[in-house]
């Protein structure tokens, strides 16, 4: 049965009353979340990448250089929906159900908003039973971009790291598939999931209600699939090599005034190009092609999203958000993968990023996706709201988190966060509204943040930084304000510092500990 949110009768006319008034000033809310990007690979972050729909965005916007995941896609996606750490709402290790937290779909809900979610999830609960008037997508994590589910008649098998499970689970609304095999040949995950939400921004689009439109991408994720038309642009761009186009993108960077000195370039870690052996070098080319293709058709589709905003006349009060999951991967899936047929980036082969051209994605940060040094947790953010954002064009420094985008909403919105959900106690909030800094009212950040995926943990608290990737077999300590790339360990010279980071933290998990036993 779907799930509702129970609001006590006597109050309902209230509510109601105050939805109809919150509604013309209401902003509607565009989240836009991508799997598995870097973060100098988008046009206005430094990349050469075409992405003038995000460069536009970002021009007429707000882009944020701190904004921080949690390394990982489902803690990352866990956090972004509910507002609380991994730790908090039991998704820390492994993903499955939202516990002892709110939805964003549920507590917009309250304020009057229509709420849609397309594309995937990562997780074993239906969003369409937590607060979601309509959810299309993937429930399962990474899939063929070109058919997630059975071999249709006539092709190959799709390429699929499992020959346990080669097929995906999928929701449309209250039916859950396994498989979903798509019935059209040209199925593609972000044409799709595109196709999807324009669906519904056109069902609704004479509705008084503001909306909520949660929209996430399974690309650049691997497996490499992208349209042959689209990998043509970059078909020859790569081959001058990793260190090449790192540094092309670094020095944009500062072009743009995106960096500056606090910014220096950590050491690279891809091999040499020269060293690269001739046949291997095609592969790494053609590899890098097909990833830029795909961030490529994500900001096609998203131009079609703005079109269709603009169109609606939606355009000065619609708040747009655009971010990343994680740092790029270094994963090798390719390496595991089961069921393989055909080339590279073809219909049935599963090809992945790989280390060197992830070192070159995150430029100018260190490490790739799992780690919680900056390369594996730091964001491009965009925020585009005409009607909400002060100077436009700006950029800052303020260190954000996945967890303020829900402090953000309830913010924007004019909603309340609940302190009980269908009798369950909940954790509060834990991020702090970005409106602060929309208004330039804010650039820095008093509270302490907070990470940890696998063997990889950081706290901050001011300008300091302490991290491990290691399990603390390594432990690294950064001042963020003069070193935000993270090359200067400082540890050693202050154990005072070290051991303040090291409480801060050890107090945090504990608070965890106790939060994630609420209802039991």
Known sequence: MKRSI????????????????????????????????????????????????LDRLAENGLRFTQFHNTSKCFPSRSILMTGVYAQQNGT??????????????????????????????????????????????????????????????????????????????????????????????????????????????ERYRQEEKPYFMYLSYQAPHDPLHAWPEDIAKYADHYRVGYEAIAEARYEKQLKLGLIDDTFPRSAPTHVPWKDVEPAEKEKEIKRMAIYAAMIDRVDQSIGRILEKIEAMGEADNTLILFASDNGSSGEDAERNAQIQSGPLGGFGYWASLGKDWANVSNTPYRLFKNNSHEGGICTPLIAHWPAGIQNSGRISTFRGHLIDIMATLVDVSGATYPKTFDGNKIV????????????????????????KWSKGWAVTDGPWKLVSSDGSKTIELFDTYKDRTETNDLASQMPEVVKHLLKLNADWLKRCEEDAKLNL
């Open 428 to 451: 509060p909030m834990q991020g702090v509204s970005l409106n602060a800094v929309f208004q330039e009212r804010k650039e820095v950040r008093e509270e302490p943040l907070f990470w």
């Open 6 to 53: 129970t609001i006590l009768s006597l109050f309902s006319s209230f509510f109601f009353l105050s939805a109809l008034t919150l509604s013309a000033k209401q902003p509607n809310i565009l989240m836009i979340l991508v799997d598995d990007m870097g973060w100098s690979d988008i046009g206005c972050y430094g990349g050469e990448v075409e992405t003038p729909h």
């Open 92 to 201: 820390h290790r492994k993903f499955g159900p939202f516990l002892n937290s709110v939805t964003i779909g549920e507590v917009l809900q309250t304020a009057g908003y229509r709420t849609f979610w397309v594309g995937k999830h990562h997780s074993t609960e239906n969003a369409f039973d937590r607060g979601f008037d309509h959810y299309y997508g993937l429930l399962d994590g990474a899939s063929n971009h070109w058919n997630p589910g059975n071999q249709r008649k006539g092709e190959p098998r799709p390429g699929n790291k499992s020959e346990s499970k080669p097929w995906r689970v999928y929701a449309f609304d209250d039916k859950v598939m396994k498989p979903f095999t798509p019935p059209y040949e040209d199925y593609y995950s972000t044409d799709a999931y595109t196709d999807w939400a324009l669906g519904f921004m």
